[in-house]
């Protein structure tokens, strides 16, 4: 918890006026958010509807190319790129002499990963939806189906 009090001076004795309090300022209310953020400002949109449906949607569409992605993501690597060409050669040699057995020189972060699966999953809501207006007035549908019974 990070608090800070702010005094001013008033003769030779100094006075509280101000209390800042970290925690509080970025605290949010129980819901989803959206907070952006850009260069000179930050705005926060309050109780976001997240769209659950569209996600579920696109993850049964997009299952293959979700786990491509994640296998692409995940996949083991030198930990600095680009490699030379002799580096290459040899590298090919290590995977093909090891095998399944292949041991991590460098694997990206579960985040990573997770993040490049949700980045096939947007790309593949995107490309459903924008070819199939059906879809989207379907999927308009639910959503409104869904926040009329949710209260």
């Known amino acids: 918890m990070t608090k ?3 005094y001013e001076k008033r003769g030779k004795r100094y006075y ?9 300022v970025h605290a949010l209310p129980k819901g ?3 907070i952006m953020c850009y260069p000179g400002g930050r705005s926060t949109l ?14 049964r569409v ?11 993501a995940s996949e083991m690597r030198p930990k600095k790129t680009p490699l030379t060409p002799e580096q290459k050669q040899a590298w090919d ?9 292949m041991y991590s020189l460098h694997i ?14 947007q790309k593949a809501a995107k490309e459903l939806y924008s070819t199939h207006p059906s879809v989207q007035a379907a999927l308009d549908h639910l959503m409104l189906l869904t ?3 949710k209260e």
């Open 93 to 101: 040699n290590l995977k093909a002499a090891f095998g399944d057995d």
């Open 108 to 121: 990206d972060s579960a985040h990573n990963v997770a993040l490049a699966g949700l980045n096939a999953l």
């Open 62 to 72: 997009a299952r293959d190319v979700i786990a491509m992605a994640l296998v692409k």
């Open 46 to 59: 309050y109780n976001v509807d997240p769209d659950y449906a569209s996600l579920i949607a696109a993850g």
């Open 32 to 34: 989803n958010h959206l």
């Open 4 to 6: 800070k009090i702010f």
């Open 147 to 149: 926040k009329l019974t």
């Open 16 to 24: 509280p006026v101000k209390e800042y309090d970290d925690e509080l």
